[in-house]
């Protein structure tokens, strides 16, 4: 089934009251789909977290294989040479310049 079907349900008197004060009687298609999609998400993530089944595999995370530490040590050790390269470059645009400002100074004579 694709596309929107119509659906005929039965809400309590109080409850849709309620969902009126909140949102209107305009708005109550739009609130119950949207709490209805949210619905669906948390139990459909329920039954993940309450699955044996792992929730990924190691041959789709090969980045993982010598253990999550030995992962998060390396990409620090990569943030940190790109921070040392990062300063370094800006020292050197800075050291250019300095150079170039001093060349088209007037020379105070």
């Not at 030995?70 to 300095?98: F, G, I, M, P, W």
Request: a positive charge; glycine letters at 6%.
């Amino acid at each position: 089934m694709s596309g929107t079907q119509r659906a005929h349900i039965l809400i309590p008197g109080d409850l849709l009251r309620e969902i009126d004060d909140l949102v209107g009687p305009r708005g109550r298609s739009a609130f119950l789909l949207e709490t209805a999609r949210q619905e669906v998400q948390r139990r459909k993530l329920l039954r993940v977290l309450e699955s044996e089944q792992p929730a990924w595999k190691t041959d789709d995370h090969p980045e993982l294989k010598g253990g999550t530490v030995a992962y998060v040590q390396q990409l620090r050790r990569q943030s940190e040479r790109h921070d040392v390269a990062e300063t370094r470059n800006r020292l050197r645009r800075q050291k250019l310049l300095s150079v170039r400002d001093r060349s088209t100074k007037p020379n105070p004579k």
